[in-house]
């Protein structure tokens, strides 16, 4: 059974205390290289630094009393963990966190900055899977899933609905694809809410499992895994791809270099902080400029959590 | 004679279609940390990146048209060559900017790609004025001072003026000090728009001219000049410094480490660009928090113009 649009409004009212309805930018300097309108959504300022805050809250809020009583739990390094332990946070119960030993300090220092458990296992799926099972089975907390939950994308979902409340007549709008989550709540948001428009998704070239899936019409495995855009690593779960083979027209794929060139625009003449994953629809747009020229594109700037000592190395090496 | 309010609502209609009226931020963690309410005007956003574009604006538009015809010259590393060469281009004017031979590339190209012709000098006070007295000697184009200019104090005073009008019962406004232009135009539009409110500056230790300036009761040298915070390395001049003296209540001085530390917590919680001598104040508010504890204060954030790749240094140094 599909989400409905009703699902998606009783989510936005349901988080909407607990985040910020982020701001939607623009910069002529970028509008006159992409020959065209951009309308940036900015999750880089929402709580926690990132959109998956949406998908979390919605989850945590419509478990019932004595489920949320045990807490909840995810294995994740990156923003679906700080979602997960801020939610927890929210709603006064426990966040069980498993994270790879090799997370960055920066981002287990958040997590442990919202009161989580964090558990340590080795970085790869089978250990984090483990780890998640044993906290699971003694605990009784909730689960979590990333992307591949239907109260997560539907939370994700709210993210475009406020663009397109605050912007109209979009001709497109284009979302980063990671796992999905996003892009798929983007998909089903502009259903429901802008049905002229039309949206596509920017992957790194180095994690290019969506594109793939959209050509052979079922999940596949990214053909290498190596890119700069952290937050894209993961594939299509079965929740998600059905949405986004149905409602997305066409996923761009950009290289590493295509991503810094976007990212170091974005510092220098929008002036804020994003983290290389946000910033591959915007290096698709630059890219695919017959695609997009003349057109009203709003794009999801999706989260802004980076270690910034890592910028001068990419800047430079560019 | 004075600076009058009449001159700065004029300026402010004049300059008000060639700028951003930029937006007032807030972050509940610095909140938190300050134990105050802090509203930044987050002039990173203005149009070149500073809010030197108001004094440069209102300078060029005031000059009558045969003056104008003439071009307009300054000598300036920073943000004010920036303003200069915008303001020319929007006027139609040609601008002459003397830029020492040391000049970060980033800014030499800024500059030029809005059209301005640049002579390099010998990176010295007296190379600078030579090469400049030769340029108006040569063309006749008019001398806009990066500070000591009351067309420029008058725009600089705008930027207050907005964050007031936004914010009403400010306890305090507090800016960063170099040359005073900033400050002494956010003393008189305090003064003229919310008269309750005390006036603040924060300066670096390493260019304490300013502070040293307000005990002798004249203009001084800095002890010594030493600090990241480039934007600030100028003294006080004879138009800045008796409006500062007589409306200013007190300056903080600031360390390296303490705007370090400062630029940090913008960048990783309000996910916004500035440049060093930007996070001035913001230090100087957490430095001494038994001046500014429970109170509202609005902190001028002057501009977001950085070399990024030295972020890294700074942020593995600290």
Not at 177 to 191: F, I, K
């Amino acid at each position: 059974m599909r989400i409905s649009k009703a699902q998606i409004e009783q989510a936005h009212e349901r988080i909407k205390p607990f985040i910020h309805q982020t701001p939607v930018l623009t910069c002529s300097t970028i509008n006159k290289m992409a020959g065209a309108s951009l309308f940036f959504k900015c999750e880089n300022f929402q709580k926690i630094g990132a959109f998956k805050i949406r998908g979390g809250m919605n989850a945590v809020l419509t478990l019932p009393q004595d489920k949320l009583a045990n807490g909840i739990a995810t294995h994740s390094s990156g923003n679906h963990a700080q979602a997960i332990a801020f939610a927890a946070r929210q709603t006064g119960t426990k966040a069980y966190i498993v994270m790879p030993s090799n997370s960055p300090r920066v981002k287990v220092n958040a997590v442990k900055g919202y009161g989580a458990e964090i558990t340590f296992c080795e970085p790869n799926q089978q250990a984090r899977e483990t780890a998640l099972q044993e906290i699971v089975d003694r605990t009784g907390a909730e689960f979590i899933h990333p992307y591949n939950d239907e109260r997560v994308i539907t939370g994700q979902a709210t993210c475009a609905k406020e663009l397109l409340e605050e912007i109209p007549k979009l001709d497109a709008v284009i979302a980063p694809v990671g796992g999905g989550g996003l892009l798929s709540g983007t998909a089903l948001s502009v259903l429901y809410f802008s049905p002229g428009t039309v949206v596509y998704a920017g992957e790194p070239e180095g994690a290019a499992d969506a594109v793939r899936s959209m050509k052979s019409g079922k999940i596949e495995d990214a053909p290498y895994i190596n890119t700069i855009a952290d937050g894209l690593l993961t594939k299509l779960g079965d929740k998600t791809f059905p949405i986004i083979y149905e409602h997305v027209k066409e996923i761009f794929t950009v290289t590493d270099e295509e991503i810094i060139a976007a990212l170091r625009l974005v510092y220098e003449r929008m002036k804020i902080v994003v983290e290389p994953s946000c910033v591959v629809p915007l290096a698709a747009v630059l890219k695919n400029n017959k695609v997009f020229a003349g057109k009203r594109i709003g794009i999801i700037l999706s989260g802004g959590n980076i270690d910034l000592s890592k910028l001068a190395g990419w800047f430079n090496a560019a």
